[in-house]
């Protein structure tokens, strides 16, 4: 289905992120302070432009490849599904939904930062699943691939519980659920053709 078509928008990201990233990885990492999600300094000192950056830039070269990963392999189906521009938006959109969720659920946690580009690429994701439904989706060391709708499904809930229990594991769960549900609806409101051919896919 891909072939001879170019995903400007996917490895444009890509290369962007690659490169503020890389650049703190192995010049200066103190620029991760400079540009992540700082809510103290978001909401207090009005560094807006940190809802923006925090997605540019990771904790480690594993959580940046792990996320780089992701969008190599979703991101083309989506670009492809979408258009360019919309694809842009639905990234840009999660990106958002997950910093304003993070800023509003964090408001008054002392200190809270959080980086990477996790939300968008959630959005990105749960995307995809809307797209195709049955693809498999392979999770970390488990070696059957899960249906993308009962992945789609899981990892909402999963989040949702993590958030409503506060969970405190070094994993930004309510960036994820932000990023996931935006990238949802961004979805059916870029094409909402996409909810008759999903439920197609069950004989509806």
Known sequence: MFQNVDFPATYGLIFLIAVISGYAFTVDMTINNKLDLDVPRVLHQKQYYRILTSGLVHADPVHFLFNMVTLYSFGP???????????????????????????????NVAGYASLGASGAICGVVLSSCLFAPFSKIYVMMIPIGIPAFIYGLCYIGYSMFQVQSNVRDGTAHEAHLGGALAGLVLTVLFEPRVIGHFLANFGV
Not at 86 to 94: A, K, M
């Open 77 to 107: 189906y989506v670009e492809y599904a979408l258009g360019l521009a919309p694809f842009l938006l639905l990234y840009l959109g999660s990106e958002l939904a997950a910093n304003f969720l993070t800023l509003y659920l964090k408001r």
